[in-house]
């Protein structure tokens, strides 16, 4: 009696480590600061930024849904404390205006308006990042 065995065409890529899934969420970060850039096309590149760079991170770690959850979250984390350490940056600089009430960057000096934006910042990012992945991982999974 002959038993055949199959050799699998494609050996089964090992789950990613949270090290290399943290790793891939940085270089997604890093190509999503990187397409804010480009002076003609940042109006399109910039706000999808996050996703291209998820589609990356996620390609990187072949990401499934655990994965690609943990890199849109490093990558919301990331950008949000950014923009809350460049956004503080400037707010100190800038001194409301003479007999006036500053305009909106004194509003956005009151936490409640500060924690509005991070909260959306890191929504933002954190959404189109996990999706970026999801997609990354499946288009590298499925060559």
């Known amino acids: ?12 890529a090992p789950p ?10 940085l270089v997604g970060v890093g190509l999503a ?6 002076p003609p096309i940042h109006i399109i590149t910039g706000p999808l930024g996050p996703l291209i760079g998820g589609m990356l991170a996620g390609s990187r770690v072949r990401a499934r849904s655990g994965h690609a959850a943990l890199i849109g979250a490093v990558m919301g984390v990331l950008v949000a404390t950014g923009v809350g350490l460049v956004g503080a940056v400037v707010l ?3 001194a409301p205006t003479e007999g006036g009430d500053g305009g909106i960057l ?4 009151e936490p409640p308006v500060m924690a509005g934006v991070l ?5 933002y990012t954190t959404v189109l990042g996990f999706l970026g992945a999801l997609l990354g991982g499946f288009i590298k999974r499925s060559t």
Do not use: H
């Open 33 to 38: 600061l990187v397409l804010i850039i480009p």
């Open 119 to 123: 909260m959306g910042v890191w929504l």
């Open 106 to 109: 004194s509003r956005l000096r």
């Open 16 to 25: 990613a480590t949270a090290g290399q899934v943290v790793m891939a969420a």
């Open 1 to 12: 009696m002959e038993t055949q065995t199959e050799a699998p065409s494609e050996q089964a």
């Open 92 to 94: 100190s600089r800038v």
